[in-house]
């Protein structure tokens, strides 16, 4: 039994511009769903003493202009991912953060359109080239 939990809402914003109720929706939206998607599923993988759990996250939680909220809810998410990984490990359960590079998506593009975000994001990549969901 597993579950990979792979929501999220990032926002552009300056960090002296972050709007604390919609800081408050990026976190919680980023966050919740995996814990209590993952709680809802823990009775069956503890009984099996078998689960697995994967949880998206992202690599701009080492640091990317304007994305200051989806950063603080994609870090928490890899942080509550580690303290899984300890407490249900007896349980034979595994937790696992996956933080891909970018991924041409409508979220993505709606939040960088072609231009300058695209550019930011491409020079940090090998390959210089966009992930894409298939």
């Not at 960090?15 to 604390?20: G, I, K, N």
């Not at 899984?84 to 937790?95: F, V």
């Amino acid at each position: 039994m597993g579950i990979v939990n792979n929501v999220g809402l990032a926002r552009h914003e300056r960090v002296d511009a972050v709007d604390p109720t919609v800081f408050a929706t990026v976190m919680d939206l980023n966050v919740r769903p995996a814990l209590q998607l993952t709680q809802a599923l823990l009775p069956g993988m503890r009984a099996a003493h078998f689960g697995r759990i994967i949880n998206i996250t992202s690599l701009v939680t080492r640091g990317l202009a304007f994305r200051s909220s989806y950063a603080a809810a994609k870090a928490a998410l890899e942080s509550i991912t580690r303290t899984m990984a300890i407490e249900l490990a007896a349980d034979g359960i595994t937790a696992n953060a996956v933080a891909p590079g970018p991924t041409e998506t409508e979220l993505f593009r709606s939040n960088n359109p072609q231009g300058e975000g695209e550019a930011r994001y491409l020079s940090r990549v090998p390959m210089r080239r966009f992930a894409h969901p298939r």
